[in-house]
């Protein structure tokens, strides 16, 4: 699939440690010809300041990179479906958390929120899983979801 011309959706959750490099692709995405990227982030990646930065100082960030406001509450998200917002969704980095309420349909953050609607319109969602746990935790909810 070619992305030029593209509206994308970009999802960040908990994974914190991989922020930095997750921003550093973000960058290349923008870069693309005639793209539009439409951030979202969860409750925790929005409002959390953890040992790898403070949430503010990466809203800021991933807002002048995409020149466009987060989506961080579940009323922002729903539209996201029946306005057919995106033409991909990604989820970069994806907790293990945001896999578990993915596979067992727990929609309780702006990200799950905008999965579960982009998903109605039968258009492609990217997961790049990110988890701690070497995958043994998250095994059983990556299979349920792919």
């Not at 809203?59 to 917002?85: D, F, S, Y």
């Amino acid at each position: 699939m070619k992305l030029e011309g593209k509206k994308i959706g970009f999802a960040f959750t908990g994974s914190f440690c991989t922020f930095r490099k997750t921003i550093d692709e973000l960058k290349k995405l923008v870069e693309i010809k005639n793209i539009e990227v439409i951030p979202i982030m969860s409750f925790n990646s929005y409002n959390l300041d953890t040992k790898f930065g403070n949430a503010k100082d990466f809203i800021k960030e991933i807002e002048e990179i995409t020149q466009n406001t987060v989506i961080n509450t579940i009323c922002m998200a729903e539209p996201v479906g029946p306005k057919k917002m995106f033409d991909i969704l990604i989820v970069a980095p994806c907790s293990g958390n945001t896999i578990s309420k993915l596979a067992n349909d727990i929609i309780d953050t702006p990200v799950t929120m905008a999965v579960k609607s982009h998903l109605r319109n039968d258009r492609p969602v990217v997961i790049a899983i990110s988890t701690n746990n070497a995958l043994s935790g998250a095994a059983e909810n990556i299979r349920k979801i792919t």
